[in-house]
């Protein structure tokens, strides 16, 4: 189980897989999950990916099995997320990435290729705004003063599975798939998820779009309840280098509902950018 401890820094975890082969020198797709999630929202994606990229999953500080070694309310900042990543590019000795970004893992990709440019080869966004709306915000609160205090009232699996019902799976959707992600996400520090809400309804990517220089796919929800036609209007006007798909899906959790169609689009836009075959 791999961590990355620093001296005065949050110890990151992270997990590495790798199906290559072993003569060749294969590239490397970096997942990022979204706000409440960890790395283990990605194993579905694994098994398309690994065959022909390696593939690096980080746990963000204080999510997942990463600690809470640091005060949540002074150590969540987007410029301490785009150090973590870039911490873990160089220990793993990796000059650039594929990078995947899920929700606000997303929005965390178009900052780092911005600010970042040598380390991003591609970027792939999966439901990823740029920014949250209002309304949003609002409806994450279940009738308390605020999504803080729906959190502390609630705990993070209640509030978690009322986000299932509100915005991220569809009717049908099999229980069994409900419980483990309400489960999953309600393994979360309540502090911790707090702290990054904060930061999630403040951050915006918009201002950071015109210096994005990778190539960028987009893999999004039709008429998403997150994701708006105002958001996907932010992406064509400020991406220069836009690929934009849109999936049979109408709500949010695209990633967990469609992993190998999401896999798949990824695997192969890195692939055509590196140019070559990612089949046999």
């Known amino acids: 189980m791999p961590f990355l401890k620093r001296q005065g820094k949050p110890t990151l975890h992270y997990l590495l897989d790798d199906y290559t082969d072993p003569w ?19 194993y579905s994606w694994v098994p398309y990916l690994s065959r022909f990229y390696k593939v690096v999953r980080l746990d963000l500080r204080g999510f997942g099995q990463s600690p809470v070694d ?123 998820l707090c702290a990054q809400y904060r930061l999630h309804a403040s951050a915006s990517a918009k201002d950071h779009l015109p210096r994005i220089e990778a190539p960028v796919l ?8 997150i994701t708006t036609d105002e958001q996907e209007k932010l992406l064509r006007a400020g991406i220069r280098n836009l690929r934009l798909i849109h999936l049979p899906v109408k709500t949010h959790a695209v990633a967990t509902l469609m992993p190998a169609t999401c896999a798949q689009h990824v695997l192969h836009f890195a692939a055509q950018h590196d140019g070559i075959p990612c089949h046999e």
Not at 157 to 185: C, H, Q, V
């Open 24 to 42: 060749k020198n294969a590239g490397t797709v970096f997942l990022q999950h979204g706000y409440g999630r960890s790395a283990q929202f990605w």
């Open 218 to 225: 987009g893999l999004y929800p039709t008429s998403g309840p």
């Open 70 to 192: 640091f005060d949540p309310d002074t150590g969540i900042t987007l410029e301490g997320h785009m150090e973590d990543v870039v911490a873990l590019l160089d220990h793993l000795g990796l000059e650039s990435v594929h990078y995947c970004g899920e929700s606000f893992g997303g929005i965390l990709g178009m900052v780092l290729a911005a600010t970042h440019p040598r380390r991003v080869r591609t970027l792939s966004l999966v439901a990823s705004p740029v920014n949250l709306h209002r309304k949003h915000l609002e409806s994450t609160a279940f009738g308390y003063a605020s999504r803080e205090e729906a959190l502390r009232k609630m705990g993070a699996r209640k509030w978690a599975a009322a986000m299932n019902d509100l915005n991220r799976f569809p009717p049908g959707t099999d229980p069994a798939l409900l419980e483990w992600f309400a489960s999953e996400m309600g393994k979360n520090n309540v502090d911790v």
